[in-house]
């Protein structure tokens, strides 16, 4: 039996010793064809799955079903011994890894073996929540092919309430950071990249005062960096389409006076008001009904006094702390996201 082992990048010699020690007799590969994270191993051991699964340097362990030439049409040809593992009634993915130079992608090869193996089995594909899916890891001019539970690809799953159902209908209104032009970037990144984390409505930067124009202008390029690092990573991991999170300048007293109108929620987070806990029944269900829910967040120091008559809520997240500038943005929303879930939870169970 052979066997396709992932890894951290780096420990896959680690996993590599573990696993000749605990199997004598396997054949061992660490890094074939001088790729990182991978180990093959070959064995005749009967519970050589179980006893490699003990390796915690070990993160995933994929039994070959097929081997055959990284040539396209020998791939699509192994369709022949992997459909009696598909039933009809079930559903299935192909995902291809491919490392080398080759003649055809990787989505050559999920097109063209999908195709061949619903012709076969007249199962459907569904990319999102597969019953099965038939992974292919390409490594030089090897293709090693398996089949296994669709469960070992499902980051979403249908139990879970949607966080964008929250998110989608915040407003991020962030002072920007001032001083030393380095600085000014640096922060800019780490907030554009969880704004664009939290897949937001908006992200407003709001400077309070008049500040010198170039600190702004590093400010806002770091953003535009971060978001966009962010955003190329959404685009490779999520099944869905993803937006990039529009950005604008406006005054910060200007804000408070445009969106306290109409159904919004304005929330401004410091130490002086009530903690989370003591408002987090109304604060919930004021968050799933609003229009929309505008989070003021500060940076170096906190949203001016002034503006907590116009709030809805002033909150402090953790009391007798304080949070760096580069935190408030996910100390904020991951906290209204755990007492909003916690509501639409309790909705959903009543329906």
């Not at 970037?185 to 664009?196: H, T, V």
């Not at 809805?312 to 906290?335: Q, R």
């Amino acid at each position: 039996m052979k066997f396709i082992v992932k890894t951290q990048r780096g420990m896959e010699s680690v996993a590599a010793n573990y696993i000749r020690e605990i199997l004598p007799d396997a054949r061992v590969w660490a890094s074939p064809m001088g790729y990182y994270g991978l180990v093959i191993v070959e064995t005749d051991g009967e519970k050589a799955a179980e006893e490699i699964l003990e390796i915690p340097e070990v993160e995933r362990l994929i039994p070959v079903i097929v081997e055959v030439p990284a040539e396209l049409e020998k791939i699509v040809e192994s369709a022949e011994k992997l459909a009696p593992m598909i039933k009809e009634s079930e559903t299935f993915a192909v995902k291809t890894k491919r490392r080398g130079k080759h003649g055809f992608t990787s989505m050559d090869v999920n097109r063209e073996l999908g195709a061949r193996i619903r012709e076969l089995t007249n199962a459907d594909v569904n990319l999102s929540w597969p019953d099965k899916v038939v992974q292919v890891e390409i490594i030089g001019d090897k293709a090693y092919i398996s089949v296994v539970p669709g469960e070992e690809f499902r980051k979403f799953t249908p139990d879970k309430i949607d966080a964008r159902k929250l998110f989608r209908k915040v407003t991020l209104v962030q002072m920007p950071y001032w001083g030393d032009y380095k600085a000014c970037r640096s922060f800019g990144e780490k907030i554009g990249r969880a704004a664009q984390a939290f897949e937001v409505e908006e992200l407003i930067i709001a400077p309070k005062e008049k500040m010198d124009a170039f600190e702004l202008a590093e400010f806002i390029k770091g953003v535009r960096i971060g978001q966009e690092s962010r955003y190329q990573i959404q685009r490779e991991a999520y099944p869905w389409k993803v937006e990039k999170v529009p950005v604008s300048v406006w005054d910060l007293y200007q804000v408070v006076r445009d969106k306290r109108r109409g159904k919004r929620l304005l929330i401004i987070t410091d130490p002086k008001g009530p903690t989370l806990a003591e408002v987090k029944e109304k604060l919930a269900k004021d968050m799933f009904y609003a229009k929309e829910v505008v989070i003021f967040v500060g940076s170096r120091e906190g949203i001016p006094r002034g503006l907590f008559r116009f709030a809805d809520y002033v909150v402090d997240l953790a009391p007798y702390m304080t949070f760096a500038t580069e935190h408030g943005i996910p100390a904020a929303l991951v906290s209204l996201w755990e007492v909003y879930e916690e509501y639409a939870r309790k909705r959903e169970e009543k329906a």
